[in-house]
């Protein structure tokens, strides 16, 4: 991976503004599991709603939307990628940097929150299950956000499309939409390392593995070669 | 010595031509890309830089394609016109990060030598974004060179800078010019590119217009006839005095006053005020009509 390539990347996403979007969710994800604990209620009763509801339908995709569309496509938007690709380097190396931070990031933000929610409501081993299922999930999306950002020019709102249109609402109406749905890829991956009733998955763990893959790679391959082709819109001539 | 290509390059925006048909060869040495805005000049650059793939025609650096292919790029540096840089590095990471790009064996070493090169070593450990535009340019200067490309392209490199500045940058260009490296910049401004280079290609609307040895096409240029629109006490009279100078080559005369051609600009805003002088008539407007560059440039299509 190259170094300097993650590293300015990193330095980019922290050094914005919309950096700071990342964090309101987690803390209402944290508000919400504390107050619901103290009310002493069977989790059973709240923990779908805020765990699914919350946490992987809304918080897990749109910090993965914020920090995929960010690492690329906000060079892309203010011109300084021509800088890293005016350089003599194979593309895929900038890709992979980018994808690293993008997924690690993501996976950072989210799994931590939904570890601490894991614990709270059930076990030690049901907050692995849930950062888990977080660290393959922001693969998946990263691959997705950040291939978006090249293919389209409006990344946030073609990914909030995906998020809102394909996951959420498709996903509970039209069952079969649920095989190309990274969030359920999520609830497979929590529901195989620790079964409960809480979270319930309807995608096999082999499947959902699989297709994480196949969005994470895909999602690369077609970044690496739009990046090959990228112009630069003329502003003058 | 590496070179820059271009065989019967085109690029088209679906009907629109922004480039038609262009074939030059950039060898050693400084060459200036001259042309009103809007020719064509950043279309052109960003095709020889890689950035935009030509719809017709063959563009070669070194020898390679340019689209397509980052080998380019060992050899090449970029100066574009938009001045985006990442703002939140001080200039000294910035180049640094760019000597590692290029994966030079001594980053460090290589990026106080490109800081020096263009005069910015005391403000390097500054945030980019704290910089005034020369500054940054600068700094995008230092960025492009920190790997001694044999090439060097810039895209309107002295916008924003200072007449010092300006100068120093001038010198740089000569200087990599003089030891055998390929340097193309494009300019507006006739009077930049006379400063820095010796040989130009024009661009207007497209086309490459002319090309050349800058002395030449400046002759060209100031030997067209010029048009001014006068106006004055008796135009008829004035009509008639200016038939017998020289430097006027026709006259028309109409109810909006009176215009002329003239075949030598100098000869004949030296000659108008003694004319009417003599004449005892008082000129009240004197508008030179086609005085914009533009003009120039198409009187260069057509010469």
């Not at chain 1, 989210?110 to 907050?127: E, K, Q, Y």
């Not at chain 2, 380019?72 to 703002?87: D, K, N, P, Q, T």
């Not at chain 2, 403000?123 to 500054?135: C, N, V």
Request: hydrophobic fraction near 50%; charge should be positive; charged fraction near 15%.
């Amino acid at each position: 991976m190259n170094l300097t390539i993650a590293g300015i990347t990193a330095r980019g996403l922290f050094g914005r503004r919309r950096f700071l979007l990342l964090f309101p969710l987690p803390v209402l994800l944290l508000v919400l599991t504390v107050a619901a604990k103290s009310t002493g209620v069977d989790p059973e009763h709240w923990a779908p709603s805020v765990i699914d509801g919350m946490g992987f339908a809304v918080m897990l995709p749109v910090i993965a939307l914020i920090v995929g569309t960010g690492v690329l496509g906000s060079e892309i938007d203010d011109g300084t990628v021509v800088h890293i690709l005016a350089k003599p380097l194979p593309r895929h190396q900038i890709i992979v940097a980018k994808l690293v931070v993008a997924a690690g990031i993501t996976a950072l933000t989210s799994a931590v929150p939904m570890f601490i929610v894991g614990v709270l409501v059930d076990s030690a081993r049901f907050g692995v299950a849930l950062a888990v299922a977080c660290l393959v999930a922001a693969l998946g999306y990263s691959g997705v956000f950040l291939a978006m950002s090249l293919v389209t020019r409006r990344p946030v709102l073609v990914g909030l499309l995906y998020v809102l249109i394909w996951e959420a609402l498709l996903g509970n109406v039209l069952t079969g939409t649920r095989v190309l749905s990274i969030h359920q890829y999520a609830l497979s991956v929590t529901h195989a390392i620790a079964p409960n009733d809480l979270i319930k998955a309807h995608v096999g763990l082999p499947a959902a593995l699989a297709m994480s893959a196949v969005f994470l790679v895909g999602g690369a391959l077609l970044a690496i070669d739009r990046l090959r082709s990228f112009s630069v819109a003329g502003e003058t001539s | 010595m590496k070179t820059v290509e271009l065989t019967n390059v085109s690029r088209w925006y679906g009907n629109v031509v922004a480039i038609n048909n262009v074939t030059m060869t950039l060898g050693s040495g400084v060459t200036g890309l001259l042309g009103p805005n809007g020719a064509g000049k950043t279309t052109l650059l960003h095709m020889m830089s890689g950035f935009l793939a030509p719809s017709q025609g063959e563009l070669r650096i070194g020898g390679e394609p340019a689209w397509r292919n980052p080998g380019i790029y060992r050899h090449l540096g970029l100066v574009s016109e938009r001045e985006a840089v990442h703002g939140f590095l001080t200039a000294w990471d910035f180049v640094v990060a760019s000597a590692k790009l290029h994966r030079l064996p001594r980053p460090e070493e290589a990026a106080r030598r490109a800081i020096g090169l263009v005069e910015m070593a005391d403000a390097q450990d500054r945030r980019i974004e704290t910089f005034s535009k020369g500054m940054r340019q600068r700094t995008r200067v230092a960025a492009a060179l920190v790997h001694d490309p044999e090439i060097l392209l810039l895209d309107e490199p002295f916008n924003g800078m200072d007449p010092r500045q300006r100068l120093h940058m001038m010198e740089l260009l000569h200087q990599m010019g003089g030891s055998g490296r390929t340097v193309l910049f494009s300019s507006h401004i006739l009077e930049e590119v006379e400063e820095v280079s010796g040989t130009v290609q024009v661009i207007v609307a497209g086309r490459l217009a002319a090309s050349g040895d800058f002395r030449t096409i400046r002759r060209l240029m100031t030997h067209r006839p010029h048009v001014f629109a006068i106006r004055s006490s008796d135009d008829r009279r004035l009509a008639v005095a200016l038939m017998n100078e020289e430097s006027v080559n026709g006259l028309d005369l109409n109810q909006a006053g009176l215009t002329v051609r003239a075949g030598n600009y100098g000869a004949f805003t030296r000659a108008l005020p003694k004319i009417a002088l003599r004449e005892g008539l008082r000129v009240r407007q004197l508008i030179p009509s086609d005085e914009s560059l533009e003009s120039v440039f198409s009187y260069l299509i057509t010469a």
